[in-house]
């Protein structure tokens, strides 16, 4: 189940990076 793993790892890379991006440029 590799593609699993990478699908979930994907996943939680783009909300963190969205929220992140938003958030930390709002900020700064």
């Not at 590799?2 to 994907?10: C, D």
């Not at 963190?16 to 938003?22: A, F, Q, T």
């Amino acid at each position: 189940n590799h593609i699993s793993g990478i699908r979930a790892w994907f996943v939680f890379g783009l909300v963190k990076m969205e929220e992140e991006g938003e958030d930390g440029r709002r900020r700064r």
